[in-house]
């Protein structure tokens, strides 16, 4: 049990070193810094000596011990791999020699891995302004005792948690694997719905001569007489699938637009252009805010609602025949695409009767819902994971693996 391991001061394991260098102006330093959260070093090139604004570096060898004095409290702790042997550090990355008789290197950076050691050193942290404030100095880092067990209980410690992180990393890939098996299925249902071959039994038309398809309003214009204030929708707040409504901005318009360019309950909203592969992004208005309109790049596309269902046009405009058509007919540059109210107008849909179509949504929004609900129970499961890990270090170094 822990009460059983003796506690050390780490100036009883860890010894500083000092391998100064002088810096040359011309020569190439990999400079090191250290990851928070205990997440490794890194390095960047510098290529000129004289762009170095510290006065002295260290050079850093394979097994050394290095933290960094401003952010230890993040978990900025480290053990050199070999390749960091040869990297320098400013005075700003303490490091250390580990007695490598009395601890091992592995349960000394799974110790720091935890979030009580990282809150242990913002207590120990110091500074009077804002440029040295919470600096964990070396002789407060040193005199920070920790658990030592016999080596050979270390180690053991050690090859435990790693096991049972192994563990929880493959725990980890199959959450991932299973959400993206139901994305596949919902995929799957879209395209068996909207194949060519099941679609070619019913009446086609274009999209265009069986709706309204109006651009919105353009920001930024000269207004003469009378004026009201509206909430629009932008391109960010139209995703593919559903509205994202955090933030919504207001325009002046002239009182007499207001009729033109109103949402309805039962609009389409499309993007008119973005990623290639987000191409055919949109939603249905369901008239979530009053009085709401939309700027020029997004199409409102409004149907007679007793003909067809605007869910039903949606997923159809989104299924990969959808999104095969746009592709085909956008204008295309560097990672970009847009469409046109001409290609939107071209678009060829196929109708079934209004109660089938209904149907076709109902067993959407039934795949859809399960969909959600796993992702729920994913995200439940993630934060899960996420706990144990910490739990085990905390057990770990209470000598209960």
């Known amino acids: 049990m822990s009460a059983e391991w003796p506690k050390v001061p780490l100036g009883d394991v860890l010894t500083p070193i000092s391998r100064p260098v002088t810096i040359e102006p011309n020569e190439t330093y990999r400079i090191l810094g250290a990851h928070l959260y205990a997440q490794g070093l890194y390095t960047k090139e510098v290529k000129d000596g004289s762009q170095i604004r510290a006065k002295t570096l260290y050079r850093i060898e394979e097994g050394d011990f290095v933290y960094n004095r401003l952010f230890a409290w993040k978990g900025s702790f480290a053990i050199a791999t070999d390749e960091n042997d040869g990297c320098y550090a400013s005075n700003e990355f303490p490091c250390f020699s580990i007695n490598r008789e009395r601890v091992d290197g592995q349960y000394l950076w ?47 410690t050690v090859a435990r948690i790693e096991e049972l992180a192994a563990r929880i990393e493959e725990a ?45 309003v353009t920001l930024g214009r000269k207004l003469r007489g009378p004026t009201i204030k509206l909430p629009y929708l932008r391109v960010a707040n139209v995703q593919d699938g559903y509205l994202d409504l955090k933030t919504i901005k207001k325009v002046e318009i002239l009182e007499d637009e207001h009729d033109k360019w109103q949402l309805l309950s039962g609009d389409i909203l499309l993007t008119e252009g973005g990623d290639w592969d987000k191409l055919g992004r949109g939603t249905v208005w369901h008239g979530e805010i009053e009085d709401c309109i939309h700027q020029n790049h997004i199409f409102r596309v409004r149907v007679n609602l007793d003909e067809f269902d605007p869910d039903y046009l949606c997923a159809l405009i989104g299924s990969p025949y959808g999104k095969a058509y746009f592709q085909s007919a956008s204008k295309q540059t560097t990672n970009l695409a847009t469409i046109n109210q001409r290609q939107l107008k071209a678009f060829v849909i196929f109708y079934p009767a209004i109660d089938e179509q209904r149907r076709i949504v109902a067993r959407l929004d039934e795949l859809l819902a399960q969909v959600d609900g796993l992702k729920k129970h994913q995200v439940r499961t993630a934060e899960e994971l996420d706990a144990l890990l910490p739990a085990v270090l905390d057990r770990a170094f209470r000598g209960q693996l």
């Open 172 to 216: 980890r890939k199959l959450r991932r694997q299973a959400a993206e098996e139901a994305e596949a299925i919902l995929s799957s249902a879209k395209n068996a719905l909207f194949s060519k071959e099941h679609m070619k039994q019913w009446k086609h038309i274009t999209l265009g001569e069986i709706a309204d398809i109006q651009s919105g």
């Open 110 to 156: 799974r110790y720091f891995s935890r979030a009580s050691a990282w809150n242990e050193a913002l207590g120990l942290s110091t500074g009077g302004t804002p440029i040295s404030r919470n600096r964990l100095k070396e002789n407060k880092f040193l005199a920070m005792k920790i658990p030592l067990p016999p080596l050979d209980e270390q180690r053991r």
